[in-house]
């Protein structure tokens, strides 16, 4: 199975700060990735999918690169409610699917 | 617009099996490349994908889960049922199934609202 690892798995970051939060896979998984944001009693939200392609209705500082085993997802200017866990999935043609760990952003 | 939406008991004993529907609406599992998955999540504790089944029956699981689980659809009903044997307290979970809009290369696009599943006796 492929595993995926998220670093940092939590952080402190104040309103205005440029994020990046890396996900790495276990393998290549070309660009079957997604990322998703999660509040606390929310259900997840998906932000990016294709590693890149923002989802529709989503800031556009939020953006999402790289392809095989290195992937990260950037908000370009931190908002309050960007304050929340996000999870990678990757989601390569053949199950089974995997979340990363998850990385939580909260206020510095 | 496309909506999911599970169902289930809130409470089950140890050693019990578990049973959960998810109803949706909005696309088909008869039309071909699309797929449903479920996925859990442990209170306070990350995501963990379960299973998927695809429009033409293929049917896939965890790793870890997959001698427990068994997801099978209705889909004139337009429902897909999961079933986990053997529950245990670490089963105690919200338990979501999300809709994958093609089997051969999308993610989880439409999810449903999670229902919160204790295993307690």
Redesign the interface.
């Known amino acids: ?1 492929i595993q995926m690892t998220q670093s940092p798995s939590a952080m402190s970051a104040s309103v205005g700060d440029r994020v990046t939060i890396t996900c790495r896979a276990s393998q290549g998984i070309s660009n ?1 990735l ?1 990322w ?1 944001q ?1 509040k606390p009693g929310k ?2 939200k ?1 932000l990016i ?2 590693a890149s392609s923002l989802q529709s209705g989503v800031p556009s500082r939020f953006s999402g690169s790289g392809s095989g085993t290195e992937f990260t997802l950037t908000i370009s200017s931190l908002q309050p409610e960007d304050f929340a866990t996000y ?1 990678c ?1 990757q ?1 390569n ?10 990385t939580k952003v909260d206020i510095k | 617009q496309v909506t999911l939406r599970e169902s289930g008991p809130a409470l089950v004993k140890p050693t019990q099996t578990l049973t959960l529907t998810c109803t949706f609406s909005g696309f088909s599992l008869s039309t071909s490349g699309m797929c449903v998955s479920w996925i859990r999540q442990p209170p306070g504790k990350a995501l963990e994908w379960l299973a998927r089944i695809d429009w033409d029956d293929d049917k896939y699981y965890s790793t870890s889960l997959k001698t427990r689980l068994t997801i099978s659809k209705d889909t004139s009903k337009n429902q897909v049922v999961l079933t986990m044997t053997n529950m245990d307290p670490v089963d105690t979970a919200t338990y979501y199934c999300a809709r994958i809009g093609y089997c051969g290369g999308d993610d989880l696009d439409y999810w449903g609202q999670g229902t919160l599943v204790t295993v307690s006796s």
């Not at chain 1, 043609?93 to 998850?102: D, L, M, R």
Request: aromatic share 30%; net charge neutral; proline share 17%.
């Open positions: 199975d079957y997604a998703f999660q259900v997840p998906r999918y294709a999870y999935l989601h043609s053949y199950p089974p699917f995997t979340f990363g760990p998850g």
